[in-house]
């Protein structure tokens, strides 16, 4: 999705009309794996991660805010979620609502990596 459609400043000015060109974007794209959402907010860049097959929503924030500073954004895309859900009865089993991650998977992925029990020498 264009962060030119789909930023705080549009989504404050034409709520509905944004939601529509989120809507349509994602019906363009379903048949992808991942739909990748930069999002701007208050001088703020963060990275929303999309997962079409699970209806997973991936929060990258350098910043970590709460997602209470991102419901703007994360209340419309549960509302073109749950329209995309519906309307794409036939093409899979989508849940009615994203299930949103912000706890930092890439941080977990490193702190993984250099467990010892996962070292590998090459």
Not at 95 to 105: A, G, Q, S
């Amino acid at each position: 999705m264009s962060p030119l459609q789909v930023n705080q400043k549009v989504l404050n000015k034409n709520y509905k009309e944004t939601c529509q060109k989120m809507y349509d974007s994602l019906t363009r794209q379903n048949y992808k794996s991942y739909i990748f959402i930069p999002y701007n907010f208050g001088y703020h860049w963060i990275l929303l991660i999309l997962s079409v097959e699970t209806g997973n929503l991936i929060v990258f924030d350098s910043m970590r805010n709460p997602k209470s500073a991102i419901q703007h954004i994360i209340d419309p895309l549960n509302r073109v979620w749950k329209k995309f859900a519906k309307n794409n009865k036939g093409r899979g089993h989508w849940r009615p609502e994203l299930n949103v991650n912000m706890d930092y998977p890439v941080l977990r992925m490193r702190l993984l990596a250099h467990h010892d029990s996962m070292r590998e020498d090459y």
